[in-house]
């Protein structure tokens, strides 16, 4: 009898998993139950309503793809994640309808201890304004991504040397300056040869305070990836690089405790794992 009731709950659980209800109380079929950790970001495939359906997690509108047969969309957590579970909503005017549902978990980050250059956490204030007005650029950029992808294939790391330091760990600098580290150094020597992770558009391609001469490229879809501390860059904006192409020579600009590539990578404003994307999408196109 106990064993018989046991089962039932079990069956229970699962129909409740599968269904859900949407906004005008019609009960439908969830497909997908997404686990995704804080600094991640996850690739979804749902099926198309109308061309004008508007893609919303939480309350981010999230760009969206036609994939043929369905739509793909990238869906990113936040580092700084509050870890509260969320659906993502495909609605146009008519219909409303749940595409995927994300579990969020936990994940423990390390911690490390770093020297830089004081001038470079203290700032003076001709840098606060060079700052001020970096990131004014930087912000019109990031708003500005294209509405298909650029690449239809993984992103790859760009090197494949040592990692000297992943993505999420927790910094001190100086004994005292506390940050996190939303990014992946890769060990490099001055003028290592530095490849784009994916097909993409070069954005910006200059100087920066913190992170030395950059290239930014944009991948579509709100997908861009960063490439820091250059010694030099050997791109310009506007132009459409393929995986793999040269885009800079590695160096020891900006803030660093000496030569490396740091590499980021943002979804939506947010920055997450570049490791963990470029295996997810190797899964995903089965590379
Ligand atoms: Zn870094």
Known sequence: MFKSSH???????????????????????TTQRIIIHPGEARFILFDKISSSGKLTCRDKEYKYFDNGSQYGAFIAESYFSE????????????????????????????????????????????????????QEVLNKIYA????????????????????TSIYGIKRTYNKQHKGQHLGTDFR??????????NRGKVVFSGDLFYTGW??????????????GHLSKTLVESGQIVQKGDLIGLSGNTGRTSGPHLH?????????????????????????
């Open 188 to 197: 490099a020597a001055i003028g290592d040869k530095i490849p784009a992770a």
């Open 214 to 227: 950059t290239v930014i490229l944009d991948h579509g879809l709100d997908i861009f990836t960063v490439y």
């Open 144 to 163: 500005s991504s294209a509405s298909s992808p650029y690449f239809q294939t993984s992103f790859m790391a760009p090197l494949n040397s040592h990692i």
């Open 7 to 29: 089962s039932l709950t079990i069956i229970f659980s699962i129909l409740l998993m599968a269904c859900s209800t949407d906004s005008n109380g019609k009960n439908t079929k």
């Open 83 to 134: 870890m509260n579970d969320f659906d993502c909503i495909l609605s146009d005017d008519k219909t409303s309808k749940i595409v995927a549902s994300f579990n969020v978990v936990k994940k423990k980050f390390p911690e490390e201890k770093l020297k830089v250059d004081s001038r470079k956490i203290t700032l003076r204030k001709k840098d606060q304004i060079r700052v001020a007005k970096e």
């Open 263 to 287: 590499w980021g990578v943002k979804i939506v404003g947010q920055y997450i794992d570049g490791i963990d994307l470029s295996e997810h999408t190797k899964q995903f196109y089965k590379e």
